[in-house]
């Protein structure tokens, strides 16, 4: 398993994975350009995990100079419990560590079971203070 910065070459199958997951909430910041500009703004913090060409792993990374985000952790399901999302989750807060970032948040869809228990089960605190609010400005 190699683990390789997520570059726009692998736009097209790593797209795929995601739209064949449940769990991964898809929109238009998911598009083509959208995620070329995730990446260009957030240099050295996304990552893929490739086994031989296959995608087996992603993580989005990104922050906005005081906060980090993660989005679309995602592990293939023939790939899993194998510590894929583990690994994905550390190169990531190592590159937000490395940027002074200090805090990370990430969003779960309410009805995610299977992301809800991963997080859970690592470091991650529950925020049951905080409430999403979106807007299309
Ligand atoms: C959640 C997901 C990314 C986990 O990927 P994975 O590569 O199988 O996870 P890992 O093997 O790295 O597991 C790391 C740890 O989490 C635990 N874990 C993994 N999946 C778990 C689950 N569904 N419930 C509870 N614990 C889980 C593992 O047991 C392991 O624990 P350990 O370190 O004590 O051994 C994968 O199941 C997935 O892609 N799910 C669908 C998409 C999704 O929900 N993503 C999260 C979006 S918010």
Redesign the pocket.
């Known amino acids: 398993m190699r683990i390789v910065p997520f570059d726009m070459s692998h736009y097209e199958t790593v797209y795929s994975l995601w739209s064949e ?4 909430g898809l929109s238009t910041s998911d598009g083509k350009e959208e995620i070329a500009s995730f990446l260009k703004r957030n240099p050295g913090l996304s990552f893929i995990a490739l086994s031989g060409e296959e995608t087996a ?1 992603t993580i989005l990374c990104g922050h906005d100079g005081r906060r980090g985000y993660i989005y ?4 293939s399901p023939h ?9 994905l989750m550390e190169k990531s807060l190592e590159g937000l560590r490395r940027s002074g970032i200090k805090k990370c948040h ?4 309410k009805e ?1 079971r ?2 809800y ?3 859970t ?2 470091s991650w605190q529950e925020r049951t203070d905080l409430t999403v609010f979106s807007l299309e400005p």
């Open positions: 997951t449940p769990g991964i792993g679309h952790l995602c592990v790939f899993r419990h194998q510590g894929i999302a583990a690994t990430l969003f779960v869809l995610n299977e992301g228990a991963f997080w089960h690592s």
